[in-house]
């Protein structure tokens, strides 16, 4: 599981990220393991989701959060936003380094 952050919140989503990445996939969980590392056996869960079956103007309300976030104080970034303003910028260039 992820390290706890945030208070009962962070406590809370590392709680969920155990449970369904460990328990849910048949992974180490913690409790029956010493150790992930030591048991190899990390578990992975994949979930899909279909908004629009969930709720109308999924993308609206989205665009609304993120723009609220970037809103909230200076030099606040979107996790992605900086990859995708350097791809457009060397796209544009015609330019891709080669490590």
């Known amino acids: 599981a992820i390290a706890t952050f945030g208070g009962h919140k962070g ?3 590392s709680l969920v990220v155990e ?3 460990g328990a ?3 992974g180490a969980v913690l409790g029956q393991v010493e150790s992930k590392k030591i048991a190899k056996s ?3 869960t994949m979930i899909a989701i279909r908004p629009d079956a969930l709720t109308d103007n999924f993308e609206e ?3 609304s959060v993120i723009l609220a ?3 909230s104080g200076d030099n606040i970034r979107i996790p992605g936003e900086r990859s995708v303003r350097t791809a457009i910028e060397r796209k544009a260039a015609g330019v891709m380094p080669i490590p």
């Open 11 to 13: 406590a809370g989503l």
């Open 24 to 26: 849910l996939s048949g």
């Open 61 to 63: 309300k989205v665009a």
């Open 69 to 71: 976030v970037q809103n």
């Open 19 to 21: 449970l369904l990445a």
């Open 42 to 44: 990390w578990g992975h």
